[in-house]
T-cell receptor, first 114, second 108 residues
Framework: GAGVSQSPSNKVTEKGKDVELRCDPISGHTALYWYRQSLGQGLEFLIYFQGNSAPDKSGLPSDRFSAERTGGSVSTLTIQRTQQEDSAVYLC????????????FGEGSRLTVL | KNEVEQSPQNLTAQEGEFITINCSYSVGISALHWLQQHPGGGIVSLFM???GKKKHGRLIATINIQEKHSSLHITASHPRDSAVYIC??????????FGAGTRLTVKP
């Protein structure tokens, strides 16, 4: 696609439910990043994919968070048993090259856990 | 101490003024990014630097690898430049670290 596409743009869920967020990067971009931005806070790095593999998962806040990327393209971020502190905007970015590539951001998925 | 420090946190300027935002970091990096986030949340990458200096229109970014410092300059500032400017560094094992951001308000 022309840009990084994220869905849903808004998600309201009840505490304890699972949610799945999707990121469709720019075609051909090998690197894909997930970030989180809580209300009024700065950006927090969650996970990075090079192709289908994630070299470093240590940024994920807890074991309720998981992410996968298949076919070197679309990625999903799954949050199990959501908690109110998970409420945030979840941003995805992609780049042509890892480490040194310009980042292109999606519009984000705003998650609200009631 | 944060690994990426930005200053100032908040900056108010009059239209036309020259603006400088600073970023210092304490980790080894492969690249440094300057990002712009407008109200409403959309983030745009302004620059990606690994050395030297880059210029896009009224924006200039510099980096000094030895001093672990980068600056973002805006010449002839305009109210539409009002946004949060974020410094981010790519760490060698592909992690990214972010500064807290600088909120810029340019008054007409």
């Amino acid at each position: 696609g022309a840009g990084v596409s994220q869905s849903p743009s808004n998600k309201v869920t009840e505490k304890g439910k699972d949610v799945e967020l999707r990121c469709d990067p720019i075609s051909g971009h090998t690197a894909l990043y997930w970030y989180r931005q809580s209300l009024g806070q700065g950006l927090e790095f969650l996970i990075y994919f090079q192709g289908n593999s994630a070299p470093d998962k240590s940024g994920l806040p807890s074991d309720r968070f998981s992410a996968e990327r298949t076919g070197g393209s679309v990625s999903t971020l799954t949050i199990q048993r959501t908690q109110q502190e998970d409420s945030a905007v979840y941003l995805c970015a992609s780049s042509l090259l890892p480490n040194t590539g310009e980042l292109f951001f999606g519009e984000g998925s705003r998650l609200t856990v009631l | 101490k944060n690994e990426v420090e930005q200053s100032p946190q908040n900056l108010t300027a009059q239209e036309g003024e020259f603006i400088t935002i600073n970023c210092s970091y304490s980790v080894g990096i492969s690249a440094l990014h300057w990002l712009q986030q407008h109200p409403g949340g959309g983030i745009v990458s302004l620059f990606m630097l690994s050395s030297g200096k880059k210029k896009h229109g009224r924006l200039i970014a510099t980096i000094n690898i030895q001093e672990k410092h980068s600056s973002l300059h805006i010449t002839a500032s305009h109210p539409r430049d009002s946004a949060v400017y974020i410094c981010a560094v790519s760490v060698f094992h592909n992690d990214m670290r972010f500064g807290a951001g600088t909120r810029l308000t340019v008054k007409p």
